[in-house]
């Protein structure tokens, strides 16, 4: 038996126009896997580097998917699968290969260790913006960065989805976010999210203001989303003994690291977290309290409705004129 679905698919790699919706069928579930009947799914930057061909590995082409984040019900399961039944609400996990399992389509086969439970009362584009910004901010401050009340934390790239996401969590834990951004345009939209102070790195010396900021000591932790040789130059904003986390590449060049020491240095990689059913089982935990209490609540920055709106919610993302997570509702 199969079941007939649309996919969002690429055959070649470029820009948002190589994206295509098309039928497809699905096979039923084996042993270990679910079906998931997809109701919103949200686009990440690393979405966009695959689909250019810029991510840390490339698409097995033609016909690879994408999208690490989605929101929807179990529709069906195999052989073996007791954590999960028909009707559950869940999320994508986001710890699995793009080109074999990325989550665009209205139907998605996922092995049951790629879904986790979906918080009560949440909404599908809610859900669906939750999950790989999150577990991410999570992981790399508390569980890597060892994130502690009355830290100052430098946060780059702070309009994207993690960026926006870091804020809440630094707040959550009785820390001071500073956050930067490329533009004045996004000062008092990331100050309205949460930061004690912004940086416009275009118009202001991210180090010299962050040094001033925290009293000439320096960030205990710094979250950087863009690498290259920029990341060097952040090891003078920290302070001595402190904490740089990457976690991300937008300036698509090789991280270099920083001559300041003492400095501990992470490159952080989420699978660390969500590849194991302990760390799974951790970050489902804190965003789902998080989201209960209310110190944790998405920023959506636009709602596309569609498939068919994928390349629109791609054009979007590439723009950069957004603050926050960018949701297709299906």
């Known amino acids: 038996m199969t ?14 126009d190589v994206l295509s919706v098309e039928k497809v069928e699905l096979p039923a579930p084996g042993p270990g ?11 990440n930057r690393a979405e966009a580097l695959f689909r250019s061909g810029d991510y840390f590995y490339q698409p ?32 994508a996990a986001a710890n699995f290969e793009l080109s074999a399992h990325g989550v665009y389509g209205d139907r998605v086969l996922l092995p049951e260790t ?26 790399a401050l508390v569980e890597r960065a060892g994130l502690r009340a009355g830290d100052q934390v430098l946060i780059t790239g702070a309009s994207s989805g993690v ?59 710094v979250l950087d989303a863009i690498g290259g040789a920029h990341f060097a130059a952040l090891g003078e904003a920290a302070v001595a003994d402190g904490t740089l986390v990457s976690y ?7 991280a270099q690291l920083p001559m300041q020491w003492p400095l501990t240095v992470h490159g952080y990689n989420n699978l660390a977290l969500t590849g194991t059913a302990d760390g799974r089982r951790r970050a489902a935990h804190y965003i789902g309290s998080g989201l209960t209490d209310g110190t944790l609540r998405p920023v959506v920055a636009e709602v596309f409705d569609g498939l068919d709106r994928v390349r629109d919610a791609h054009r979007l993302m590439d723009s950069g004129r957004h603050t926050g997570k960018i949701v297709v509702r299906v």
């Open 3 to 16: 079941i007939s679905a649309r996919a969002v698919l690429f055959h070649e790699t470029g820009g948002p």
């Open 60 to 91: 097995t082409l033609p016909a690879s998917r994408n999208g690490y984040e989605a929101a929807g019900r179990i529709e069906a399961v195999g052989a073996g699968v007791t954590t999960f039944a028909p009707g559950d609400p869940v999320l």
């Open 248 to 254: 991300g590449w937008l300036s698509l060049q090789t």
């Open 163 to 221: 960026g926006t996401a870091a804020l809440q969590v630094v707040r959550r834990a009785g820390a001071v976010p500073i956050a930067t951004t490329r533009t004045e345009a996004k000062r008092r939209q990331l100050l309205d999210l949460g930061a004690e102070h912004v940086i416009v790195s275009d118009d202001e010396d991210v180090i010299k203001k962050t040094r001033r900021l925290t009293g000439g000591r320096g960030a205990e932790i």
């Open 33 to 43: 896997e679910v079906l998931v009947a997809v109701e919103a799914l949200a686009l």
């Open 114 to 139: 790629s879904v986790v439970a979906r918080p009560a009362d949440v909404d599908a584009v809610t859900a669906a913006a939750v999950w790989l910004t999150y577990s991410t901010a999570y992981g």
